[in-house]
């Protein structure tokens, strides 16, 4: 059951677009960072503080930076894991995972590294950006979960011995391939497709709504602030994600008892 948000009154939807919603049977949501602000995470560039205040974080955040001083790298990305440690998934969050036991077919695309979409319950996640809380090898991209306590920082992969590095895309990298076909070819099935705390500027998420929109998709936009989108949806909600979605979702897909 979802949470009382306080965003109570009825969203005034056409009868006709609310029926073709709700009897959608392959559903795709995009979240991006509004979504992981609503939990308290602080954006890319907020997270600038204290000792790490003097450091560009674009400077941090790449090949080159972790070749060049790999210590201070993997010390930035344990700091920022610890900020994020603490953080508990909001309502946008856990009403994602819900829609997903409601609906017949359901995908969800991140642009998120946070990984509280795992966390609220959401299991078809393409996660294009990585995750924070995952660890791979420098050299070959070996998935590590457990590693030799050493003295050395970063550890090294007890697969091949290369460095450690977070699962992360950085500047400069391309993003994953397999997860960037899959989420290309979602929108292109997609009966809906919702698009949800992203300003639709950063690419290629920025395509995947454009994508939907042109194989017939009925686009939805949960977005305080219009984006380059918005006149291409067929509904906007202009209200933040945890505010609006358990609201949204309720109303659209009712629970089956």
């Known amino acids: 059951h979802l949470p009382n948000t306080g965003y109570n009154k009825d969203m005034e939807i056409q009868p006709e677009l609310a029926e073709k919603i709700s009897h959608a049977q392959y559903i795709v949501a995009l979240t991006g960072a509004g979504v992981s602000a609503e939990s308290g995470i602080p954006t890319f560039r907020e997270a600038q503080t204290g000792l790490w205040a003097r450091y560009n974080p674009m400077e941090l955040a790449t090949p080159q930076a972790f070749q060049r001083n790999p210590k201070l790298v993997w010390e930035w990305y344990q700091w920022r894991r610890q900020l994020i440690a603490g953080v508990k ?105 919702l698009s949800i705390g992203t300003s639709s500027l950063v690419e290629p998420a920025a395509s995947l709504p454009l994508i939907a929109s042109q194989n017939g998709a009925i686009l939805i936009e949960i977005n305080p602030a219009a984006t380059p989108i918005s006149h291409l949806a067929q509904l906007t909600i202009r209200h933040s994600a945890a505010a609006s979605l358990p609201t949204f979702v309720d109303q659209l897909w009712p629970e089956r008892i």
């Open 89 to 193: 998934p909001n309502q946008a969050h856990h009403a994602l995972a819900e829609l997903a036991r409601r609906v017949p077919q359901f995908t969800l695309i991140t642009q998120n590294i946070d990984g509280l979409h795992r966390q609220a319950g959401s299991q078809n996640i393409i996660e294009l950006h990585g995750d924070i809380t995952k660890t791979k090898c420098f050299d070959h991209h070996h998935p590590v979960s457990n590693w030799e306590n050493s003295a050395e920082i970063p550890p090294r992969c007890p697969q091949c011995g290369s460095l450690l590095r977070p699962d992360v895309v950085w500047f400069g990298e391309n993003l994953p391939q397999e997860a960037l076909a899959a989420a290309f070819s979602a929108s292109e099935s997609a009966q809906v497709f």
